[in-house]
Every structure is written in C-alpha cells, then in structure tokens.
C-alpha cells in the first residue's frame, strides 16, 4: 500500500544554505497547508513549488549510485513508498492525498540546480527524471510517517 515514508522540512531558525547538505529536520508528523506546504516550512513560499516529492524507488536506485539518499539529503521533503507506478511518471496534474485529509497536485517535474550539484557532487544531467516532482498543496490537513497515500 503506498504510504509517506519520510517528512522532512527547513526550520526558519535553521540557516538557509550550509556548505555540504541541504537545512532539513526529519518530521514524524506535519501539517499541510494550501498555499505554502509544510507549516514552518521556509521552503515553501512559491505557488508551484511548496513541496518536493519523491518516491522510495528512485531514492534507493540513486542511492545504489552512490547519492546520498537519507531523510532530506536529496533536497525533498516528501518522501513517498509502494506506489504502483514511479512517482515521475504520473501526470501533472494528479492529486495524492495524503493521510485523512491533505491533498497535494503535482505540478512538475523537479529538476537538479547548482546546489544539488555541489552538495551531490554530480551533474543534474546524470539525474535527470528521476528526481520527483514538485507539487502545491490543495487541501490543508495533517499527516504522518507511514500514513496512507491514495492517486486520486
């Protein structure tokens, strides 16, 4: 059954860019909000891009190239298991919801920027697609590691 693996997010106390990993803090629960992501989240300010989802299979086959792939170390903030098909391959466009009553849209696919770059260590190029997608919160509510998660 699909479910959220991972919930990380950047604190607003927490510095914004350290040298060699991206400001991330893992989450046992958060709280989703239309307009903004994960609430206390700095990330997520811009209407397209308030989350960064991934999914369980392209961390661990990325992981087996030799990325870093714990808890936020790819830069997400979601991560996503068990789905039935790659996370990049649904359409933008296509809503999850997560847990109860939080509901996310898929908006793009994410791509790899000169952060990821220097914290990685390897062209976005060697990555491309298989990042996840960026995604907009479209019905606010709580959720939890090893919630469900519905394609609706």
Do not use: W
């Amino acid at each position: 059954m699909p479910h959220i693996v991972s919930i990380v997010y950047r604190p607003a106390d927490m510095p914004a860019s350290p040298a060699d990993h991206y400001a991330r803090v893992e989450l046992e629960r958060a709280e989703l909000y239309t307009g903004g992501g994960i609430r206390g989240d700095r990330k997520g300010r811009h209407p397209k891009r308030q989350l960064n989802v991934m999914g369980r299979d392209s961390l661990d086959a990325l992981g087996a190239e030799g990325l870093r792939t714990g808890p936020g170390e790819m830069g997400e903030q979601l991560v996503i298991g068990d789905l039935d098909e790659p996370l990049e391959s649904l359409a933008s466009g296509t809503r999850l919801q997560l847990g109860e009553q939080a509901v996310i849209e898929l908006v793009e696919p994410r791509t790899g920027c000169e952060r990821f770059e220097t914290i990685q260590g390897r062209p976005a190029t060697q990555v491309a697609g298989r990042l996840g997608m960026m995604a907009r919160v479209v019905q606010d509510g709580a959720i939890a590691r090893g919630d469900r998660v519905q394609v609706l």
